[in-house]
C-alpha cells in the first residue's frame, strides 16, 4: 500500500533528475486514472517519468507548459501488456485528454490537460508528431 494510494507512493512520481533530489508534484487525478489502469490488467502500471522539475525542463529543452512539470502527466509500462493495448484502454478513460503512443518504449504518456486542449501525438525515433489515422491503423490502434 503506498502513501497515495492502493499501489503508489508519492515517490514514485519523484522527479529523475540529480538536481532537485526528488522534487515532486503529483495531481490526484492521474493517481485514479493509474489505479483504474491497475485494476483493468489486474497489474501496477510502471511509471518511466512522471513530474519534472525545472531544471530538468530546461535541460530536456521542452516548452515550459509541459504537463510533466504541472506533475499531470505520467509516461507509464505494463509488463507483458502492449504499448497498443495499453494506448487503447488509456484512451477510453475520461480525464485523460493528452495521449502520447511511444511504441519504441512500448509506453504510453497519458495526462489530465484541460479538455479544450485535447491533443494526441506518437514518438518514433525520438520525434513527436500527430497521431494520425494513418498512424492508428499502422500500429492497430483504431
Ligand atoms: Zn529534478
Request: glycine residues 8%.
Given at each position: 500500500m503506498g502513501n497515495l494510494s492502493?499501489?503508489?507512493?508519492?515517490?514514485?512520481?519523484?522527479?529523475?533528475?540529480?538536481?532537485?533530489?526528488?522534487e515532486y508534484r503529483i495531481h490526484l487525478g492521474l493517481v485514479g486514472l493509474l489505479e483504474d489502469i491497475a485494476v483493468h490488467f489486474k497489474k501496477r502500471p510502471k511509471i518511466l517519468a512522471a513530474f519534472y522539475?525545472?531544471?530538468?525542463?530546461?535541460?530536456?529543452?521542452?516548452?515550459k507548459l509541459s504537463y510533466h512539470s504541472k506533475g499531470k502527466a505520467v509516461n507509464i509500462a505494463l509488463d507483458g501488456v502492449s504499448g497498443a493495448?495499453?494506448?487503447?484502454?488509456?484512451?477510453?478513460?475520461?480525464?485523460?485528454?493528452?495521449?502520447?503512443f511511444y511504441p519504441e518504449e512500448n509506453a504510453v504518456h497519458l495526462d489530465t490537460r484541460p479538455v479544450e486542449k485535447k491533443d494526441s501525438w506518437i514518438k518514433e525515433k525520438g520525434k513527436y508528431s500527430p497521431l494520425t489515422a494513418d498512424k492508428r491503423?499502422?500500429?492497430g490502434l483504431s
Open positions: 492502493e499501489n503508489f507512493n508519492h515517490k514514485d512520481f519523484a522527479c529523475k533528475c540529480p538536481v532537485c533530489r526528488g522539475c525545472e531544471a530538468y525542463t530546461e535541460k530536456l529543452n521542452r516548452d493495448e495499453l494506448f487503447k484502454y488509456v484512451e477510453t478513460l475520461p480525464g485523460v485528454n493528452g495521449l502520447g491503423a499502422q500500429y
